[in-house]
C-alpha cells in the first residue's frame, strides 16, 4: 500500500509560483498513475492534474493548463506540482493522491478513482 506525504504549500501573492511535492513510500510507485486534486472550503475535491506511471500522459484541468506542470521522479518516489501565475482561485488545500490501476490508457480525473489519499497541503493565494 502506498502512503503519500504532501509538501509545499504556502502564503503566496498572486503571480507568484510554488511548487508542490508528494513523497511516496510503499507499494509499486513507478506503477501508479498519480493525481493532484484541491478542495476550497465548502465546495467538492477536484481535479488538478495527473501523470502516468512512465510520466509519458499527463492531463490537466482547463483551468490551470499552461501555467501548472505535474512531473515525477521515480527514483525518488515523488511526484511534483509546478504551480506559476498563481491567483486567489488557486487557493485550496492540495492533495495527492494514487490510482491503483496501472494499466490505464487514460489519465482519470474522477477522485473515485484513487484509493490512497495524502493529508494535503494548504495553498493560499492573496491578492
Known amino acids: 500500500q502506498v502512503e503519500l506525504v504532501e509538501s509545499g504549500g504556502g502564503l503566496v501573492q498572486a503571480g507568484d509560483s510554488l511548487r508542490l511535492s508528494c513523497a511516496a513510500s510503499?507499494?509499486?510507485?513507478?506503477?501508479?498513475?498519480m493525481g493532484w486534486f484541491r478542495q476550497a472550503p465548502g465546495k467538492e475535491r477536484v481535479f488538478v492534474a495527473g501523470i502516468s506511471g512512465s510520466g509519458t500522459m499527463e492531463r490537466y484541468t482547463d483551468s490551470v493548463k499552461g501555467r501548472f506542470t505535474i512531473a515525477r521522479d521515480n527514483a525518488k518516489n515523488t511526484v511534483y506540482l509546478q504551480m506559476n501565475s498563481l491567483a486567489p482561485e488557486d487557493t485550496a488545500v492540495y492533495l495527492c493522491a494514487a490510482d491503483p490501476f496501472p494499466y490505464r490508457s487514460v489519465v482519470l480525473t474522477s477522485k473515485e478513482a484513487y484509493d490512497v489519499w495524502g493529508q494535503g497541503t494548504q495553498v493560499t493565494v492573496s491578492s
Open positions: 510503499g507499494g509499486f510507485f513507478s506503477k501508479n498513475f
